[in-house]
């Protein structure tokens, strides 16, 4: 940062929020005329400057989905430090060696106070923040997808593709079960948000953070948990307790309320209480085998055990 354009511009306020927000730095070099902050090497460049070196200058749709879903759950990340985030651009999402995003330019940003009376309440900038709330956030994030996937033009305009823009019809019968799948999503959601491992100014919080005495593959146990209750929930409604419609079923595994492929291995013979798909691809265990929770109980050499990827005590369909 030019410190003489700082001053002259009236910017030194926000070099201030900014360096208040970057908690923890690589370190900060002052001279007579700059002014710099030291943080991770992006090799990757900012997503602008990928976008332009794509075919036909723009991202597919799997790496749009992909770097939006990256931009929400950073977003999410700096709500949650009580930061509000406002120059998100393409230009401002920079891309790391790993191929992770990391957001940077914190001058606008505000930093609130969570126990005022109201949202609107600022600890390092003036401004107010009426108009510039997490609605503001999700425009820009909006804005910036329009731009990742817009095609160009021989004239130098964008066109987007055509999407979809009518609502989503429930079928009869949704009103039953849906409070019991907004609890479990609800319950998938928490637990994801406790699970969050995002690049936070290059620095890694959840890989490197103790999981409170429990092995990093236990992390992810509730996952995989509700994973299968909320499939197990939709399995009975429909094939055992015939309670819902094939429409309602079809469309409950169309929006994901439900893991499609773990349902069919449930309808084939010897797997009507298996746990989880990854207990049985033979590429994550030893010996090209199966997980040790789909041997039978009377077949092990211990009666207490633990699937490594699901926490799971035994699923075989003698037990």
Same mark, same amino acid.
């Given at each position: ?153 021989? &004239?130098? %305009?964008?066109?987007?593709? /055509?999407? =979809?823009?009518? @609502? ?8 039953? #079960? ?79 309320? &439900?893991? %499609?492929?773990?349902?069919? /291995?449930? =309808?084939?013979? @010897? ?8 207990? #049985? ?39």
């Amino acid at each position: 940062m030019d410190r003489k354009e700082l001053a002259g511009r009236n910017k030194e306020g926000r070099a201030r929020t900014e360096r208040e927000i970057l908690e923890r730095l690589y370190g900060v070099a002052e001279g007579d005329r700059w002014s710099c902050l030291l943080t991770e090497f992006c090799p990757g460049g900012d997503l602008h400057v990928l976008r332009q070196r794509q075919p036909h200058r723009r991202f597919s749709e799997s790496a749009v989905r992909f770097y939006a879903a990256e931009v929400v759950a950073a977003l999410e990340y700096v709500h949650m430090v009580d930061i509000v985030y406002r120059d998100l651009k393409p230009e401002n999402v920079l891309v790391r060696a790993d191929g992770h995003i990391m957001l940077t330019d914190f001058d606008l940003s505000l930093k609130c106070d969570p126990t005022a009376p109201t949202p609107a309440h600022v600890i390092s900038d003036p401004i107010s923040l009426a108009g510039h709330s997490s609605k503001s956030s999700s425009y820009a994030c909006t804005r910036s997808i329009v731009v990742m996937y817009c095609k160009s033009t021989a &004239a130098g %305009r964008s066109i987007m593709p /055509k999407i =979809k823009t009518s @609502g989503v019809k429930y079928p009869d019968g949704w009103e039953l #079960i849906e409070p019991t799948l907004s609890e479990l999503q609800s319950k998938m959601r928490e637990v994801n948000r406790t699970l969050l491992s995002w690049w936070m100014l290059g620095l890694c919080v959840a890989e490197n953070d103790p999981h409170d005495g429990k092995r990093k593959c236990e992390a992810l146990w509730p996952i995989f948990k509700i994973n299968h209750q909320r499939s197990r929930y939709l399995y009975d409604l429909y094939y055992n307790r015939k309670e819902i419609s094939q429409e309602l079923y079809e469309f409950c595994l169309d929006q994901g309320h &439900a893991d %499609r492929n773990l349902i069919a /291995k449930w =309808k084939k013979q @010897g797997y009507e209480r298996l746990c989880c798909l990854r207990c #049985i691809q033979t590429r994550d265990h030893n010996f090209a085998t199966t997980c040790v929770c789909r041997v039978p109980r009377h077949l092990r050499e211990e009666q207490v055990i633990e699937c490594v990827h699901c926490g799971c005590k035994g699923c075989a369909s003698g037990d």
